[in-house]
């Protein structure tokens, strides 16, 4: 991997926005022009492909288990590409044709209804983010989207300490899980 | 819900438990129904969690999108053009047909690139040659003041041969002479006075008009007075005459 990719890699894995406008403006229209070309796609499929692709890439950069470090961002974009393409055409064939690229992680071997349920939950999870607000809102996504230790949670937040940041998190869960129960009027819906 | 099992489902869930917490939290799930609900509740809060961010992050690069132009279709029909340049293990190939180009590029505009004056002066600034009195053998006692000064001249000793030129008691009057000694004082960077020799000789002798022509407008392209030496150039350009040519070429040149 070259010096430029490595750099890449890194200040996405800061997650600097200017980088991932580069990336996302590099590659777009090669990656749309291929995908097309290989799967005889339409371009509005291609973006949608290309979109979640992006989505991954910034994911699984952030995720050092997963990044693949001996890449070139653009090998590892275009194979992210081959993969959410077959994602994206699975669940077209069993899911509603209109319905977008599902963002949802689950189990491959659940049915259409199953996975319908389950995406419905997690907007009611969405929705009782809304109501629990700030600053929980921004801690449980920070720990839990963009995979942030407790001391960067701290700094970030201005917390005390890490221990502060621990007991915190665990408060606004426990909100959060009330206020989704009072959202929801069977406990057991989570339950797939 | 109790915070150490809350703990507790948070490092099963990241993978950071021991093999045998691990085993215990398993058959705990499968034991303890209560925990089991805690359990699958907070996975599904957790993947609730993703989820939002997620949309967020998508919005952000649908909003990248939003700000690009329309997206191009790459040319199918010339991928190794397209390869050369966004695949590095081309990079090589690229860069030596770029080098090429420019090469290539270069010699065909080296024709028509303007040049500074200063440049062009030195291009094309040559003292005429001394065709007035050509020495062809040395023996100080037998030479003429006159063949001394072109003797230093065609030495190329300029300073002396514009003292000795200067001390002909004709210079004045003699338009060979003023002619080669405003050669000389070109020749030793001095355009001002060459300019001053150059213009007395002007239209006043039509064997040596065009030469005079020629170097005036050298020295004002030395002095950079770029339209006046245009004007010079452009009359001998017009004209035939044995400067015809290289007043052409240094046309094209001139900023």
């Known amino acids: 991997m070259t010096k430029n990719n490595s750099l890449i890699f890194e200040r996405l894995k800061k997650e600097d926005e200017s980088v991932l406008i580069k990336v996302y403006e590099?590659?777009?229209?090669?990656?749309?022009?291929?995908?097309?070309?290989?799967?005889?796609?339409?371009?509005?499929?291609?973006?949608?492909?290309y979109q979640n692709s992006i989505l991954a890439f910034c994911e699984n950069v952030r995720n050092k288990s997963k990044i693949v470090y001996t890449s070139t961002v653009k090998t590892y974009l275009f194979s992210l590409g081959k993969n959410k393409y077959s994602e994206y055409k699975r669940y077209r064939d069993r899911c509603d044709?209109?319905?977008?690229?599902?963002?949802?992680?689950?189990?491959?071997?659940?049915?259409?209804?199953?996975?319908?349920?389950y995406e419905d939950n997690l907007k009611k999870v969405q929705e009782s983010l809304v109501i629990l607000g700030e600053p929980c809102k921004s801690l449980l996504e920070m720990?839990?989207?963009?995979?942030?230790?407790?001391?960067?949670?701290?700094?970030?937040?201005?917390?005390?300490?890490e221990d502060t940041v621990k007991n915190q998190k665990r408060k606004c869960m426990i909100r959060l899980k009330k206020i989704f129960e009072q959202q929801t009027e069977n406990i057991h819906i989570y339950s797939n | 819900m109790k915070t150490q099992d809350l703990d507790i489902i948070d490092q099963y869930i990241e993978g950071t438990l021991s093999k045998e917490k691990a085993k215990a939290f398993e058959q705990r799930l499968q034991t303890d129904n209560a925990f089991n609900d805690q359990f699958k509740q907070t996975k599904l809060l957790i993947s609730g969690i993703k989820y939002s961010e997620r949309i967020n992050t998508l919005n952000k690069i649908k909003q990248i999108e939003n700000s690009l132009p329309e997206i191009k279709m790459l040319n199918k029909h010339n991928p190794f053009i397209l390869k050369l340049f966004t695949d590095y293990r081309y990079y090589g190939t690229a860069a030596c047909i770029l080098v090429v180009i420019a090469f290539t590029l270069y010699f065909i505009s080296k024709?028509?690139?303007?040049?500074?004056?200063?440049?062009?002066?030195?291009?094309?600034?040559?003292?005429?040659?001394?065709?007035?009195?050509?020495?062809t053998r040395f023996d100080e006692g037998s030479l003429t003041l006159a063949q001394k000064a072109f003797y230093e001249y065609d030495q190329k000793n300029y300073t002396i041969a514009i003292a000795l030129f200067k001390s002909l008691p004709d210079y004045a009057t003699d338009q060979t002479i003023t002619f080669y000694l405003a050669i000389a004082c070109l020749a030793k960077d001095d355009s001002q006075q060459a300019t001053k020799y150059l213009q007395s000789l002007l239209n006043k002798n039509p064997t040596i008009n065009d030469k005079v022509k020629w170097y005036l407008g050298l020295c004002y392209l030395k002095e950079n007075k770029n339209s006046l030496a245009r004007a010079y150039f452009k009359d001998l350009s017009e004209t035939e005459n044995s400067y015809t040519q290289k007043a052409i070429r240094i046309l094209k040149k001139i900023k």
């Open chain 1, 97 to 117: 044709k209109d319905k977008s690229f599902p963002l949802i992680e689950c189990e491959e071997n659940i049915n259409e209804e199953e996975l319908l349920k």
């Open chain 1, 143 to 161: 720990f839990y989207y963009h995979q942030k230790t407790c001391e960067e949670i701290g700094t970030l937040m201005e917390y005390k300490n």
């Open chain 2, 111 to 135: 024709e028509t690139y303007r040049f500074d004056s200063k440049e062009l002066f030195e291009a094309y600034f040559e003292p005429y040659p001394n065709v007035a009195y050509p020495i």
């Open chain 1, 26 to 49: 590099s590659y777009r229209d090669e990656f749309i022009s291929w995908l097309v070309k290989k799967y005889n796609c339409d371009i509005d499929e291609a973006l949608e492909v």
